[in-house]
Nanobody, 123 residues
Framework: QLQLAESGGGLVQTGGSLRLSCAASGRTDSRYALGWFRQTPGKEREFVAAISWDGRLSYYADSVKGRFTIDRNNARTPVHLQMNGLKPEDTAVYYC????????????????WGQGTQVTVSS
C-alpha cells in the first residue's frame, strides 16, 4: 500500500507561482512513478506531468510545458510540481498519483491517488 498526501495549493494571481508537494508513505521502497493530474467540475481528469521512480525522466502535457516543472530526488523523497506563469485555466483540484509504469500513457494509469489540493488562479 502507498499513501499520497498533496500540499501547497492556494489562491494566486495570474502570472504567479505555486509549488505543490506530494509526500508518499507506506511502501516507499517500491519503484513507483509519480504524476500530477487536475480536474475541474464537469470535466474529466487531465494529465499534467509525471516523473519516473528515480527522477531521471519527466513527461508533461503540452498545456504546461515550459511553465511547470516536476522533480524528485529519489523514490523516497516528495515529488514537487513547480508551477510558474499560472493562468486562470490552470484553476483545478490537483491530484498526485503513483503507478509502477512510466510514462502514463494508459487511461487507467494511477494505482494510488491522493485526496487533491485546490489551485485557484484569479484573473
Amino acid at each position: 500500500q502507498l499513501q499520497l498526501a498533496e500540499s501547497g495549493g492556494g489562491l494566486v494571481q495570474t502570472g504567479g507561482s505555486l509549488r505543490l508537494s506530494c509526500a508518499a508513505s507506506g511502501r516507499t521502497d517500491s519503484r513507483y512513478a509519480l504524476g500530477w493530474f487536475r480536474q475541474t467540475p464537469g470535466k474529466e481528469r487531465e494529465f499534467v506531468a509525471a516523473i519516473s521512480w528515480d527522477g531521471r525522466l519527466s513527461y508533461y502535457a503540452d498545456s504546461v510545458k515550459g511553465r511547470f516543472t516536476i522533480d524528485r530526488n529519489n523514490a523516497r523523497t516528495p515529488v514537487h510540481l513547480q508551477m510558474n506563469g499560472l493562468k486562470p485555466e490552470d484553476t483545478a483540484v490537483y491530484y498526485c498519483a503513483a503507478d509502477p509504469t512510466f510514462p502514463p500513457v494508459s487511461s487507467s494509469w494511477g494505482e494510488y491517488w491522493g485526496q487533491g489540493t485546490q489551485v485557484t488562479v484569479s484573473s
